[in-house]
């Protein structure tokens, strides 16, 4: 057996013993599920040098899975992300119940996506696809009865999202006449234009939900909010990137061949660029630190889309690297803002403050997030951006650059709002009793945060592999060296000096201060400060965090007014109309939905002519 | 190894110029504000006083590490802002890192000194620093963008991002790109008067209404470190303005004239009008700037 059956046999039978085992022996549970997520870890590095391929067959279909050079880089993203956030839940979770359904459909959500990126025909990329939304879905309803709705929501969203992967495929299928990865690719380009364009739209549909690009990013927001932490590093890590491994694939693999998919393209780099900037804009009043990152991690997915759509090699790579970096640095956020959830038993940033010195690796976990998230040097979200500014500008994407730098710009409101809320300004009586978490959470924290302080010096290392995922994209080659970037001009950004620089002047700085006049200083509260002759008591309340950005607020308005007020409010009112007219739809009767099936079967069978100009 | 003397020359010597300048400049401003009010105003070199001054004092008590490294991350920001622009034009010892770096880097490590103080103040607890971080970085959102607008449409006008090439280009006067690309050039000096935080702009620090904003906790070395840290950056920028738009210069003279009028600009007008409210200020660059910056990048794509 090669590692990839491994991979997948692992962990969707650990999945499974985890369950047994939590209802016979408890405290073996948790070493069962970290062992699978090893495991699963050991054997993707495994599979990284070997070149695999397992076929077999099911009822006339052939079964192949396989590993390339782009599904490598991210099952390694699936892998780290995977074993760290179980690890994390070791604690997190620890008092929390129905454990053992936790974690067999975390093991499932990771096997699934394991298999999305292993599957080299659309049977088990379907499959696995289902696998993943099921087993995601029942971990967004996991915590209480409230999650209902917002289950719900995301799964219809996801719903659709299958409709249209289904469609597509069956689209594929009569026009192919094959499901093989390698022959429908060989084949996709003698299907006429329209088609290819049906079933490249369709497809980016279906994948589009899952990286929750704007108008299909509604369920996001709320599930990514309400969903246990340690699932949501995961989620909003490595599961919507699944949608990324899909449109990228689309673009590159199936899309190269019709000259209308530059229209295609450019809307999707647009819906991108739009996605990144509103939401942003929402991100900036948001109370809830999770709903927060949730809108953060929509903005941030648009600047993938955009690197993706725009298609020159260096926006590829920006793009991609900005895959890996984005898995690493929205867990670290989701996984400081749980660790603070740990502690205090609540994300609402008007409430919690004040936690720096109560908790400073959490601390500097979320620093290095946030820096890392902003695009400033020397961490990797600086190279990320400095690839896709100049891939854009280069590419005479003109307005498309200034609408990100805008949304990158205004990420800094929010970025700064949510560590200030939650660790900065005053501390309050409240929370004098929190703690440091324990070292099982901190440990996946401090992993990943080394990570981004690495590629943000050394962007050459993460990009070996993404210049290799290219390669199999489409011989895209780029020029990089281990520490240097270039551009399509022959501009240089060097990172080894920028580093060099910042650290010798931050350090000389540093001891300067530190050192000058040395002597032992009186730690002051933060209410014995300058208030103009006025003596603040105990428990007068001198945080600023409700409404942190009125002026902006003020300043937006009249662009919020239009599309926040009307337009969404509009489709917020018809969505739930819609809702209402679901709840006819779905009775929740057994019976129906089979009546369901079994007419929309018949439908596709008196249309399948018509639909996808085939005889049944 | 061989040591590149000239570098270190210009490693060691360009903080030090650029600090006195730009404190020299601070100074020139209060007099001339003074005068223009009808006032006498403290001598040209007062500013230099009183950061030798803060620099003698001693602290007592601290506020937390937050606060203690704020105004090391506003100093680095700016020393290694200032490193990455070639102050004197084809000099060896004054281009030090400009070769290594770009614009788009530029854009960003500028803001790394303010995000960096921004925590420091944070960590302090005091409201009014908090209310000034809130305003910075609305007010930073919105100049950023009439800048952008500005940089890209050179940066796609002479297809490169390195400051070196820009300065190749403006060989001669006639070909400075103020002449070359006006609308960037209205937009960018636009964009300057928010970033060099005189009023209308100065909404971060507003004095008498929110008590100086973010430094309102800071003293002593702290507070000399910050001011320290604002006349280097103040030189840096003019100098970055002078690079792109005024052809650079070939000796300090020319430098010096040439940055003493662009920093008039924001003082001067900042002189004559009273603050925005922030609302007021971000809507300010959407406007007029945004609609140069248009017009810049609408100029070079037909």
Redo the contacts between chains.
């Keep these: 057996m090669n590692s990839i059956a491994y991979i997948l046999l692992i962990t969707f039978a650990g999945a499974g013993i985890t369950f047994i085992v939590h209802h016979l022996i408890k405290p073996l549970r948790d070493i069962i599920a970290i062992t699978v997520a090893a495991s699963g870890l050991y054997f993707v590095i495994q599979s990284l040098t070997e070149k695999t391929k397992i076929v077999f067959g099911i009822a006339d279909f052939n079964i192949i899975w396989g590993n390339t050079p782009y599904s490598n880089l991210f099952a390694v993203l699936i892998a780290v992300l995977g074993f760290l956030t179980i690890l994390y839940a070791r604690d997190f979770m620890a008092e929390k119940e129905r454990l053992g359904y936790f974690y067999m459909n975390l093991l499932f959500v990771i096997g699934g996506m394991y298999g999305i990126v292993y599957s080299q025909d659309l049977i088990s990329l379907f499959f696995f696809w289902e696998v993943m939304t099921w087993s995601s879905f029942l971990l967004v309803i996991y915590c209480c009865k409230e999650a209902q709705p917002i289950g719900l929501k995301y799964f219809v969203f996801s719903a659709i999202g299958a409709y249209s992967l289904l469609i597509a495929i069956v689209m594929i299928y009569a026009q192919t006449g094959n499901l093989e990865l390698s022959n429908i690719l060989q084949n996709f380009g003698n299907i006429s234009e329209v088609n290819q364009i049906v079933i490249a739209v369709l497809l980016l549909t279906g994948f589009g939900v899952k990286s929750a690009i704007m108008p299909l990013h509604v369920w996001a927001p709320d599930s990514y909010s309400i969903s246990p932490s340690p699932f949501t590093a995961l989620f909003s890590g490595a599961l919507s990137k699944m949608g990324i491994f899909g449109i990228g694939m689309v673009l590159f693999k199936f899309a190269s061949h019709s000259g209308y998919f530059s229209y295609v393209k450019i809307i999707l780099a647009w819906l991108g660029g739009i996605t990144a900037l509103l939401a942003t804009f929402y991100a900036i009043f948001q109370t809830d630190a999770k709903k927060l990152l949730a809108y953060s991690s929509i903005g941030q997915l648009g600047y993938i889309i955009i690197g993706l759509a725009v298609g020159t090699p260096l926006s590829i790579a920006a793009a991609l690297f900005l895959v890996i970096l984005h898995g690493a640095f929205k867990a670290m956020l989701f996984m400081s803002v749980g660790a603070v959830y740990f502690r205090t038993g609540t994300t609402d940033m008007n409430s919690v403050t004040g936690l720096i010195r109560k908790m400073p690796l959490s601390f500097v976990t979320m620093l290095f997030g946030i820096i890392t998230v902003s695009g400033v040097p020397p961490l990797g979200g600086f190279a990320a951006k400095w690839m896709l500014y100049e891939s854009l500008i280069q590419s005479k994407h003109y307005f498309l650059v200034i609408v990100v730098f805008a949304a990158s710009t205004a990420a800094f409101l929010y970025l700064y709002k949510l560590i200030f809320s939650l660790f900065l300004g005053q501390e309050e009586v409240e929370w004098s009793h929190v703690k440091e978490v324990p070292l099982l959470m901190l440990i996946p924290m401090l992993i990943l945060s080394a990570f981004v302080l690495v590629a943000g010096i050394f962007p050459g290392l993460v990009l070996d592999p993404i210049s290799h995922a290219m390669q199999y994209l489409g011989n895209y080659g780029f020029k990089y060296e281990t520490s240097v970037l270039f551009n399509e001009w022959g501009n240089k950004i060097n990172m080894q000096t920028v580093i060099n620089v910042i650290g010798a002047v931050f350090l000389i700085a540093g001891l300067f201060v530190t050192f000058k006049g040395l002597k032992k200083t009186r730690y002051v509260t933060t209410k014995d400060i300058h208030t103009s002759g006025e003596i603040p008591e105990e428990n007068e309340n001198l945080t600023y965090a409700v409404d942190f950005y009125k002026p902006f607020e003020r300043a937006i308005a009249p662009a919020l007014k239009a599309s926040i007020d009307k337009i969404y409010t509009a489709i917020g009112n018809n969505l739930e109309q819609a809702f209402d007219f679901l709840r006819y739809v779905y009775t929740g009767n057994g019976q129906t939905y089979a009546m369901y099936v079994v007419l929309f079967l018949s439908l596709l069978i008196l249309f399948a002519e018509l639909i996808f100009g085939i005889k049944l | 190894m061989e040591i590149n003397w000239s570098a270190v020359l210009g490693i060691v010597f360009t903080p030090v110029i650029a600090f006195l300048v730009g404190v020299t400049y601070g100074g020139l401003t209060r007099r001339i504000t003074a005068r223009i009010q009808n006032r006498f105003g403290p001598p040209f070199y007062q500013n230099i006083l009183d950061i030798i001054k803060l620099?003698s004092?001693?602290?007592?008590?601290?506020?937390?590490?937050?606060q203690?490294?704020g105004?090391?991350?506003a100093?680095?920001a700016s020393?290694?802002t200032l490193?990455?622009i070639p102050v004197i034009k084809d000099s060896p010892v004054f281009t030090n890192?400009s070769f290594?770096?770009?614009l788009?880097?530029l854009l960003?490590?500028m803001?790394?000194g303010s995000?960096g103080m921004?925590?420091g103040a944070?960590?302090?607890?005091?409201?009014?620093s908090?209310?000034g971080?809130?305003?910075g970085?609305?007010q930073?959102?919105?100049y950023?963008?009439p800048f952008?607008?500005a940089l890209?449409?050179i940066?796609?006008q002479f297809?490169?991002?390195?400051l070196n090439?820009l300065l190749a280009v403006q060989d001669h006067f006639t070909k400075w790109i103020i002449f070359q690309s006006p609308f960037a050039f209205l937009a960018a000096i636009l964009a300057f008067l928010g970033m060099m935080g005189y009023a209308p702009f100065d909404?971060v620090i507003a004095p008498a209404e929110i008590?100086s904003g973010p430094p309102?906790?800071f003293g002593?070395?702290?507070l000399g470190?910050m001011l320290t840290s604002r006349s280097i950056f103040t030189f840096a920028k003019l100098v970055l303005f002078t690079d792109i738009f005024l052809g650079g210069a070939h000796d300090f003279i020319t430098l010096i004239i040439k940055t003493f009028i662009l920093y008039m600009i924001p003082v001067l007008t900042g002189i004559v009008f009273p603050r925005f409210?922030?609302?007021q200020s971000?809507?300010f660059f959407?406007s007029w700037p945004l609609f140069f910056?248009i017009l810049a990048?609408l100029v070079?794509?037909f």
């Design positions: 620099y004092k001693e602290s007592n008590i601290n506020h937390g590490v937050m203690h490294l105004p090391v991350f100093i680095t020393v290694t490193f990455f890192f290594n770096g770009d788009i880097f960003y490590i803001v790394f995000l921004a925590l944070g960590q302090t607890g005091n409201p009014n908090a209310i971080v809130s305003r970085l609305s930073l959102v919105g950023e963008v952008v607008m890209v449409a940066m796609v297809q490169t991002t390195s090439d909404v008590a309102s906790e002593g070395k702290y470190l409210r922030t609302e971000i809507r959407w910056g990048i070079v794509v």
